[in-house]
């Protein structure tokens, strides 16, 4: 996706990696090491610690649950055999609680047991290490098991992130006139284009981080002219025009966000150059808010307002196809229409209660 926009708008090329919050260092992760073997354990904590891991010993599984309170491990290494409490219960007790259900688990099992094995991938385990202990293969598993867990948490953080967004967003929406549900379908149908024009995962990332964040700059409209029923004076229509260059000076700081401003900038920007906040006209806008602003404007034209009811899909269709090479750029006109040809903006639209 190239972006045309000024220099300080270009995309960095962020992806599904944030790169505005810093992971551990995994060297540092601290691995519990379960077993009632005194000599075995010492053997895998040496190791371990050469490697630069942090390690807590425990000789059963309640003793490493009741350790656990203290201190959360970033990866577990079980024998199973244990007096109290064997490896199949602590693995339970670990995945029956959400804190700790993500952890991952390694098995150790005796080299003449394959009973074991079969045991333990009933429950889901899908790691084992098999005694005695091979030193490359207990720091190549270890490594990739932590990087593995590292790039899952990264992924869960990042979905926080984006429900949170979603949430500031639709706050947002209830102080404007539009339907529930705006952002979620904005983003919905931008994303269905995206898809028939063979976007990356990357760039379909930030159009959708763009399609939820389009109109946070509105936090700083008055209510008074948000929720107006009749026309705006030039002078509210002034302010409320204010909202993209607004919204994207909120969010250029924010380091996994700044890919996505020149989408918030350029959603009101129209083809023919008739639009706001700078004019551009043609591929001077910045891809996303092209795509962006079709549907916007649909989702728009089709739902409810405070100045009139919601229209059919088809009249929605009909504005798009209309608008085409005045408001919106042909090509993404096309995607849209491919999308709707293949039943995803019906889809999309059903999801929200419209059966057309
Ligand atoms: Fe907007
Ligand atoms: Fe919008």
New binding site residues.
């Given amino acids: 996706m190239k972006q045309r926009n000024s220099p300080k708008y270009q995309r960095t090329g962020t992806s599904l990696a944030l790169p505005g919050f810093e992971m551990p260092e995994w060297k540092k992760a601290t691995i519990f090491v379960v077993d009632d073997n005194a000599f075995f354990r010492v053997g895998l904590r040496e190791i371990l610690k050469s490697e630069g891991y942090t390690v807590i010993e425990a000789q059963d599984g309640r003793d490493a649950l009741r350790k656990m309170r203290d201190t959360t491990p970033e990866l577990i290494i079980s024998d199973i055999n244990m007096p109290h409490m064997d490896g199949y219960a602590f693995f339970q007790e670990v995945h029956a609680n959400p804190q700790w259900v993500g952890i991952p688990f390694i098995f150790l099992s005796a080299y003449d047991s394959p009973e074991d094995v079969v045991a333990g991938k009933k429950l889901g385990v899908e790691d084992y290490l098999t005694k005695p202990i091979d030193y490359n293969e207990l720091v190549s598993i270890v490594q990739a098991k932590l990087t593995r867990f590292r790039e899952l948490r990264m992924v869960q953080l990042q979905q926080a992130y984006e429900a949170s967004l979603t949430m500031l967003a639709n706050a947002i929406e209830v102080r404007d006139s539009y339907t529930r549900g705006?952002v979620e379908r904005?983003t919905a149908y931008a994303l269905a284009i995206a898809r028939v024009l063979g976007w990356s995962e990357a760039d379909l990332n930030t159009l959708r981080l763009g399609a939820i964040l389009?109109?946070i700059g509105k936090i700083q409209i008055r209510d008074e002219i948000l929720r107006k029923k009749g026309a705006l004076t030039p002078e509210e229509r002034r302010e409320m025009r204010t909202h993209p260059v607004v919204g994207a000076k909120m969010v250029e700081r924010i380091p996994f966000l700044a890919a996505c401003v020149p989408i918030i900038l350029s959603h009101h920007e129209r083809w023919d150059g008739s639009g706001y906040p700078h004019g551009l006209a043609g591929k001077d806008i910045p891809v996303g808010a092209r795509l962006l602003s079709i549907a916007?404007s649909f989702d728009a034209i089709t739902t409810t307002r405070s100045y009139r009811e919601a229209r059919a899909l088809e009249t929605g269709k009909t504005e798009i196809i209309r608008s085409s090479g005045t408001m919106y750029d042909p090509k993404m006109v096309e995607a849209f229409l491919e999308a709707w040809k293949q039943g995803e903006i019906h889809r999309i639209a059903a999801t929200w209660g419209r059966k057309e």
């Fill in positions: 705006h904005v389009h109109d916007d």
